[in-house]
């Protein structure tokens, strides 16, 4: 199992710019979540899906982020325009309820640095 | 609010020894515990869970612990490793339709040979 996939690894980029995170979950798992990490604010949750449909976003910061997951297999990211206060570490996690509870799997994280 | 809460941010300790590492949880409704492992540059990776029907679980080296009474989880980890020094964090579902965990904010553990 090659795990949760996230590209690109790193990302630098200038403020204003759009930036697209990509995630391929674990073949089988129904859920996928999107966190961000940084040192100040630790892990938080941005949003997850539960079989491809957005379940809870309230974590997305503001109307510059947007996540779709158009299929079972994929789902990106989007930051448009970028900011400085942005850059984080975004962690996509997938997983698979047994009995309504789950253990999340977490890719290698994009590192974003927006200058 | 709810929150998770670790009662250290660092614990250093002697390559062998046993370690434990310490999280308060605020909601009694909670149901399901996980302590992650997250190394330099990478994600974080499941360790153990427990749900709350259970007050113990073990794994290979590692033992969890739950006091719901006082809403205390604890990781124990047996003859620690160099390979143990990590950032430790433990999270909680609170969610009953199973899938909203709640990270704390993490316990750096050092292991010096």
């Known amino acids: 199992d090659a795990g949760v996939i996230q590209s690109p690894r790193h990302e630098v980029t200038e403020m204003g710019q759009e930036v697209t995170l990509r995630c391929k979950p674990i073949?089988?798992?129904?859920?996928l979540f999107w966190y961000r990490q940084t040192m100040m604010r630790g892990l938080e949750l941005l949003i997850y899906?539960?079989?491809?449909?957005?379940?809870?976003d309230s974590g997305m910061p503001e109307d510059r982020f947007s996540a779709k997951m158009p299929n079972a297999s994929f789902s990106t990211l989007k930051i448009q325009p970028s900011e400085p206060r942005d850059s984080a570490v975004y962690f996509c996690?997938?997983?698979?309820?047994?009995?309504?509870?789950?253990?999340?799997?977490f890719g290698p994280g994009t590192r974003l640095l927006v200058l | 609010g709810e929150s998770v809460g670790l009662h250290l941010p660092t614990l250093s300790v002697q390559e062998g020894d046993n370690s434990i590492i310490n999280c308060a949880y605020s909601?009694?409704?909670?149901?399901?515990f996980i302590w992650y492992k997250q190394e330099s540059g990478k994600g974080p990776q499941f360790i153990i869970d427990?749900?709350?029907?259970?007050d113990k679980r073990q794994g290979q080296r590692v033992t969890v612990l739950l006091n719901k009474t006082v809403k205390h989880l604890s990781l124990q980890i047996a003859a620690t490793q160099p390979g143990d020094s990590a950032v430790y964090f433990c999270?909680?579902?609170?969610?009953?339709?199973?899938?909203?965990?709640?990270f704390g904010k993490g316990t750096t553990l050092s292991v010096s040979s």
């Open positions: 996690a997938s997983g698979s309820p047994p009995q309504g509870q789950e253990t999340q799997y």
């Open positions: 073949s089988g798992h129904n859920s």
């Open positions: 899906f539960n079989n491809n449909v957005p379940i809870d």
């Open positions: 909601n009694s409704a909670s149901d399901y």
């Open positions: 427990i749900r709350s029907n259970m």
């Open positions: 999270a909680e579902n609170i969610d009953q339709a199973g899938t909203a965990l709640i």
